[in-house]
DNA sequence: GGACCTCCTACT
DNA sequence: GTAGGAGGTCCC
């Protein structure tokens, strides 16, 4: 694609005077512009330009096309500068921005926005400077108000602000009335800068000038140097570089540079060091490094036991013949191992490997062990990295120079120029599916799309598959592989149930802890042993309610009850992050006994500690682990054993190796089992497998307890037998019967409208007209979802199935796409969203 | 997404 | 009347 793009405009580069540019905006059209004479070879396709979008502002787009038709109905304005001689985006990642916006019916420009680091998204911004002729002693020529008054004395000590800065100074929500009432009044001026420039980690580092890199040449400087009396700061200088130079070797490189940060911190005086600079005897210069930087031994790969060898010929053989593969390895039978043999593989055939990891489970532990084998060709690609250090992976993983990125969902986007192995690790996780801003892709589908691109291959692994891929995988269309053996011969953990509804009844119930649960935890601490304690609700409890009248606090903006967070003394809206201090009072009776319902992470830290003071209890929420941190030093101070017990969410249960748990438990799995979406039975039976498989590993054999009112509940049942089997087969089965995914393709259209009569209307429009031409068995009636209010927005939604053979899934989405559009282009519908989401998670 | 414009409304 | 908010529009 590349080639033939490049050969036709070697030959017609005159006559392709336009190009059509892609920008980083929820638009759904190209932009044209003018490609200046100096710019045609430059402006290949895939590469950034800067262009003019808007009103006086500078944007970052892509070279879509090259084209020598003129649009008619506008000038075009013109390229303003060219980026990069190379491209940023290749032909492939092209082919994948257009099958993502396609697949997942948004804008192209949505996925450009996800898909580059914002250190490659160069953008102007006003900013806001005092006018040069503005005199502030004079009398104003016009009277200044308050606001107008603030921003002015502001810019006396400063030279400018950042626009979008000047409501943090002045509370004012849109300041854009007033900078343009002071620039009538010829007080400010407005002036446009570029922000968030990708910049090189650079340090600055001395070495001898060249001229006095001979033994010779440096005595004769000294002797001149002492000669003259008031040099004795230049000597030391020099003294203490040529200490620093020789300092990892015996013999004195003269030639090497030492870091000048080093010598200054080391004594050098920083006014002799830059006379020296400027006699040419030091030379100062600025060298550019990596962010990361891996020092130490790699070691060979880690031997795989006979199990392990057979999974990899397995996946191997599979991937001969079919482009995907499944690996289902019951936790702690060691895929990390296999994923290593197989990356190096690939790298040795000249390509590279892309490891995908769900979002938490990204920590030292698999980055440090791959680290070990692969040195520095890994690259780690995270989202919790600066800016700088993404766009640092992105040109390395462009230029070859990394073959391995382990890597969150977003590293799909990443330039690979050959990639040859994709791994999805821990492929049924909810956290591939992005949801908040658009695209909503999942980066397992779009992994695959990836690889077939690139002629790749993928393997998507899990002990607990999704529903999809094992379907997949049954019906033949992936390879499939199983891995039932432990690592290192370690059993699996005897999983019980406690029947809370019994324990209730008896009145044994301390606090949230049946007797059994609590038992095993007396017996775990009295032993020094560890144990996980799982609850998938964070803050104190889900919700408050009145004690006389039932009444709950809810939240101002969304149809939600507010969460009660006892550590910070305040109720919370989960949706729009609205809070507010605990009511002292019912607002509804004014009674003032509010009382806790539900459970959560934080609640039972508080049991926990009553129960067994003297024991070192940590909990593990979103709560606990914001900053950037916390997360691992948790995980750290859990795997040294210097806590016993540990609390947490979800993220307890992902992927992480501890060899001292020997207790987990789950204090109320019916919270999970009630939920009400398709995904309920899935999602708990992959919870509580893989919590359970936290238990127990190595010599020690561990106890699973999983509290419950519902001891007979089917999914229960399966999960203590383990039979995945036949839980695979149920949920197939009972998926098949109401129409879920795999079965059909699911898409969920979401009307947004701060009106609620007006989207209840435009919804049960836009369900008639789909409904009417698509079938009313794959198109649900307008309803309101289970929130029908978030952040004053009302909110209709309209549930699509379609069928996954025998139907044209690309041409009723496109339907749908285009339905859409003409509802929001309705007159009476001004101000109406439409969100789209294929493949709901 | 954001800079602009227009329209509406709550005040001194 | 007008400052300030809210909604709507367009960007080549």
């Known amino acids: 694609m590349m080639e033939?793009?490049?050969?036709?405009?070697?030959?017609?580069?005159?006559?392709?005077?336009?190009?059509?540019?892609?920008?980083?905006?929820?638009?759904?059209?190209?932009?044209?512009?003018?490609?200046?004479?100096?710019?045609?070879?430059?402006?290949?396709?895939?590469?950034?330009?800067?262009?003019?979008?808007?009103?006086?502002?500078?944007?970052?787009?892509?070279?879509?096309?090259?084209?020598?038709?003129?649009?008619?109905?506008?000038?075009?304005?013109?390229?303003?500068?060219?980026?990069?001689?190379?491209?940023?985006?290749?032909?492939?990642?092209?082919s994948l921005f257009s099958w993502i916006a396609n697949y997942y019916l948004c804008t192209e420009g949505e996925v450009l926005q996800a898909a580059l680091p914002s250190g490659l998204k160069i953008h102007s911004e006003i900013n806001v400077q005092l006018h040069p002729y503005y005199d502030a002693d004079k009398e104003p020529e016009y009277p200044l108000t308050a606001h107008e008054q603030l921003l002015l004395d502001h810019l006396q000590q400063h030279d400018f602000i950042p626009f979008s800065?000047?409501?943090?100074?002045?509370?004012?929500?849109?300041?854009?009335?007033?900078?343009?009432?002071?620039?009538?009044?010829?007080?400010?001026?407005?002036?446009?800068?570029?922000?968030?420039?990708?910049?090189?980690?650079?340090?600055?580092?001395?070495?001898?000038?060249?001229?006095?890199?001979?033994?010779?040449?440096?005595?004769?400087?000294?002797?001149?140097?002492?000669?003259?009396?008031?040099?004795?700061?230049?000597?030391?200088?020099?003294?203490?570089?040529?200490?620093?130079?020789?300092?990892?070797?015996?013999?004195?490189?003269?030639?090497?540079?030492?870091?000048?940060?080093e010598l200054i911190n080391k004594g050098a005086s920083a006014s002799a060091l830059k006379t020296l600079v400027k006699n040419g005897i030091l030379h100062d210069f600025q060298e550019t490094i990596a962010r990361f930087q891996?020092?130490?031994?790699?070691?060979?790969?880690?031997?795989?036991?006979?199990?392990?060898?057979?999974?990899?010929?397995?996946?191997?053989?599979?991937?001969?013949?079919?482009?995907?593969?499944?690996?289902?390895?019951?936790?702690?039978?060691?895929?990390?191992?296999?994923?290593?043999?197989?990356?190096?593989?690939?790298?040795?055939?000249?390509?590279?490997?892309?490891?995908?990891?769900?979002?938490?489970?990204?920590?030292?532990?698999?980055?440090?062990?791959?680290?070990?084998?692969?040195?520095?060709?890994?690259?780690?690609?995270?989202?919790?990295?600066?800016?700088?250090?993404?766009?640092?992976?992105?040109?390395?993983?462009?230029?070859?120079?990394?073959?391995?990125?382990?890597?969150?969902?977003?590293?799909?986007?990443?330039?690979?120029?050959?990639?040859?192995?994709?791994?999805?690790d821990e492929e049924h996780e909810s956290s591939y599916k992005q949801f908040d801003p658009s695209p909503?892709?999942?980066?397992?589908?779009?992994?695959?799309?990836?690889?077939?691109?690139?002629?790749?291959?993928?393997?998507?692994?899990?002990?607990?598959?999704?529903?999809?891929?094992?379907?997949?995988?049954?019906?033949?269309?992936?390879?499939?592989?199983?891995?039932?053996?432990?690592?290192?011969?370690?059993?699996?953990?005897?999983?019980?149930?406690?029947?809370?509804?019994?324990?209730?009844?008896?009145?044994?119930?301390?606090?949230?802890?049946?007797?059994?649960?609590?038992?095993?935890?007396?017996?775990?601490?009295?032993?020094?042993?560890?144990?996980?304690?799982?609850?998938?609700?964070?803050?104190?409890?889900?919700?408050?309610?009145?004690?006389?009248?039932?009444?709950?606090?809810?939240?101002?903006?969304?149809?939600?009850?507010?969460?009660?967070?006892?550590?910070?003394?305040?109720?919370?809206?989960?949706?729009?992050?609205?809070?507010?201090?605990?009511p002292a009072s019912c607002e509804a009776c004014g009674n003032s006994q509010l009382i806790t319902v539900g459970l959560g992470t934080e609640k039972i830290e508080e049991e926990v500690v009553q129960l067994f003071p003297a024991t070192k209890v940590q909990r593990m929420d979103l709560d606990t682990t914001r900053s950037k941190h916390s997360y691992q030093e948790i995980i750290d101070d859990f795997s040294q054993q210097k806590t016993q017990i540990l609390i947490g969410t979800q993220m307890v249960t992902k992927g992480l190796d501890f060899d001292q748990v020997t207790l987990v438990g789950v204090l109320d799995a019916d919270g999970l089992l009630r939920f009400p979406d398709f995904r309920a039975s899935e999602r708990s039976f992959q919870t509580l497998t893989q919590v359970s498989g936290r238990a127990g590993r190595k010599e020690k054999k561990g106890v699973v307890i999983i509290q419950t009112r519902d001891v007979q509940h089917p999914i229960l049942q399966m999960v203590i037998h383990y039979q995945w089997r036949e839980f695979y087969q149920y949920e197939l089965n009972e998926r098949r019967l109401f129409r879920f995914p795999p079965f059909v393709r699911l898409i969920t259209i979401t009307l947004r409208h701060r009106d609620k009569s007006s989207v209840k209307q435009a919804a049960s429009q836009l369900a008639r007209h789909l409904r009417s031409n698509l079938g009313e068995n794959r198109v649900s009636e307008a309803h309101e979802p289970l929130i029908s209010r978030i952040k004053n927005r009302f909110l209709m939604e309209i549930t699509v199935k379609f069928e996954r053979t025998g139907f044209n899934v690309q041409q009723g989405k496109a339907f749908i796409k285009q339905s859409g559009k003409s509802l929001m282009e309705n007159k009476n519908f001004t101000g109406l969203e439409i969100l789209y989401d294929v493949d709901p998670y």
């Not at 059209?29 to 502002?57: E, M, S």
């Open 440 to 582: 909503r892709y999942h980066a397992r589908d779009v992994a695959v799309v990836l690889a077939h691109l690139h002629q790749a291959k993928t393997l998507v692994a899990s002990a607990t598959p999704s529903l999809e891929s094992f379907y997949l995988a049954q019906e033949g269309k992936w390879g499939y592989v199983l891995l039932e053996k432990r690592f290192a011969d370690a059993q699996m953990p005897d999983i019980l149930l406690a029947d809370m509804k019994k324990a209730k009844k008896r009145r044994e119930m301390v606090q949230d802890f049946t007797p059994e649960l609590l038992t095993q935890l007396r017996y775990v601490v009295e032993q020094k042993e560890q144990a996980i304690l799982f609850q998938n609700r964070r803050g104190y409890a889900p919700f408050l309610q009145c004690d006389i009248c039932a009444h709950v606090p809810r939240c101002k903006n969304c149809d939600v009850s507010l969460t009660y967070h006892q550590f910070s003394e305040e109720v919370r809206c989960h949706y729009c992050g609205y809070k507010e201090p605990v």
């Open 294 to 424: 891996f020092r130490g031994e790699t070691k060979s790969l880690p031997p795989l036991s006979k199990e392990q060898e057979q999974a990899k010929e397995a996946i191997i053989t599979a991937l001969s013949e079919k482009e995907v593969c499944l690996l289902q390895g019951v936790t702690g039978s060691g895929k990390t191992e296999i994923y290593m043999h197989l990356i190096e593989e690939t790298i040795y055939n000249g390509h590279q490997a892309l490891l995908l990891v769900p979002e938490i489970a990204l920590t030292t532990q698999i980055v440090s062990r791959l680290q070990q084998v692969f040195g520095d060709k890994l690259g780690v690609y995270h989202s919790r990295f600066s800016d700088n250090e993404r766009v640092e992976v992105w040109q390395k993983v462009q230029n070859d120079a990394l073959q391995v990125v382990v890597g969150v969902r977003s590293s799909v986007f990443l330039p690979f120029e050959n990639l040859g192995l994709v791994i999805v």
């Open 4 to 94: 033939s793009s490049e050969s036709l405009f070697d030959l017609e580069q005159d006559e392709l005077p336009f190009a059509e540019v892609l920008v980083p905006l929820p638009l759904e059209q190209y932009f044209t512009y003018r490609v200046p004479r100096q710019f045609t070879d430059l402006a290949q396709v895939g590469c950034r330009v800067l262009v003019p979008f808007g009103r006086q502002k500078v944007q970052t787009g892509i070279v879509i096309q090259r084209h020598s038709k003129n649009p008619s109905v506008y000038e075009a304005k013109a390229i303003m500068d060219v980026l990069e001689e190379r491209p940023s985006i290749n032909a492939h990642q092209l």
């Open 165 to 261: 800065e000047i409501s943090k100074l002045i509370p004012l929500k849109d300041p854009s009335a007033l900078v343009r009432s002071l620039v009538k009044k010829e007080a400010i001026l407005l002036f446009e800068k570029l922000k968030d420039k990708f910049s090189p980690k650079t340090v600055r580092k001395i070495s001898l000038h060249p001229d006095y890199q001979q033994k010779e040449k440096l005595q004769a400087l000294f002797a001149q140097l002492e000669s003259k009396g008031n040099s004795q700061k230049q000597v030391e200088v020099l003294l203490l570089l040529l200490q620093l130079q020789s300092l990892d070797n015996d013999d004195i490189g003269l030639a090497k540079a030492v870091h000048k940060s």
